[in-house]
Each structure stands twice: as C-alpha cells, then as structure tokens.
C-alpha cells in the first residue's frame, strides 16, 4: 500500500501529520517540535540536511527549509553571495539564502495550500526530495566558492548537469 493510499480518505488531517507519517515511513529522524512544526534530519550523498516543515494555518502555507553549517572564511562571503544569485536563478522553485549568523546555508520553499486544500503525502514526499536534491546538486559548488578560491562560474559548472542517480 502506498503512502497516498492511508491517506486517501483523510482530507481533515494536519499538514504536519502527513509530514511525521512519511518521516516514520522513511526512517527519518524526527522531532515533532509543536503541533504545527517538525524538524528531521535526512541523509544525502554530501551530508545531512535539516529540515524544518511549519505550518501556517494564518496564511495556509506549508514552509520548509533545509539546512546545513557553512562557515566560508570572511573574505569569501562577497563572492558565496554572488553564487548564492546565480544558484536561485537556475532554480525555479524554492531558493537558497544564507544565514551569517546561524553560520546555515538554506534552502527555503512554500507551498500553499489555500481554501483548506488538502496535502497529498507526494506532494510532501516531492517538496523534501526537491530541497534535498537542491542541496546536493549546488552543495559543491558553494564548497569551491568558500574554500576552493573558484569563480561562481567556474563552480556552477559543477552544477549545470544534474547529476543522475539517488541522493
């Protein structure tokens, strides 16, 4: 039985239940932090990211952000923020920003959910592979900005072909 299928006949239930079911399901590391927000690690090729999934019943949004520690060397921040421009423009949905004092690269996405729309567990399960996979494909590059002395154009070039396979 897939995810969809336990919850074909629940429209009432909780955004932030869908998301702890399929962190169950997965394995996942959670922490249901409120009744509208739970925090989980997930593991990819590079590292473990952080996600965060609140939900706003004010403005109907599911928020996520992924995060994980970045601290680039003070004179390299001019040019991660240059990167950081090109990265969101070759994203279309969600977009990274970078938290100085957290010392946190993010990635950060909403989806809205308006006039009590239901969320389906793909839509979940496609929302957190999207920030996962993300964080994967641009995690080098900002790597070779910070710490390798590379041009965001020479590093994006890490991340122009998507890589294949899992992450």
């Known amino acids: 039985m897939s995810l969809s299928e336990d919850f ?3 429209e009432d239930l909780h955004p932030i239940d869908v998301v702890e079911h399929i962190a169950e399901h997965r ?6 932090v409120t009744d509208d927000q739970i925090a989980m690690a997930v593991t990819g090729q590079w590292r473990t990211y952080a996600i965060t999934l609140a939900w706003s019943g004010h403005d109907e949004v599911l928020r996520l952000i992924c995060t994980f520690e970045m601290e680039p060397p003070e004179d390299r921040l001019a040019v991660l923020y240059e990167t950081l421009n ?4 070759m994203c279309w ?3 990274f920003t970078y938290w100085h004092d957290q010392r946190l690269m993010v990635w950060r996405h909403g ?4 006039a009590g729309q239901p969320v389906a567990p793909d839509q979940i399960e496609r929302l957190i592979r999207a920030a996962v996979s993300a964080s994967e494909r641009f995690y080098p590059a900002f790597q070779l ?15 122009i072909a998507e890589a294949y396979g899992r992450a």
């Open 8 to 10: 074909l006949h629940s």
């Open 27 to 32: 394995d996942w590391e959670f922490d249901r």
């Open 86 to 89: 090109a990265t969101n423009d």
């Open 93 to 95: 949905a969600g977009a």
């Open 111 to 114: 989806l809205m959910l308006a």
């Open 145 to 159: 900005v910070a710490w390798g002395e590379r041009s965001p154009k020479d590093a994006l070039q890490v991340a």
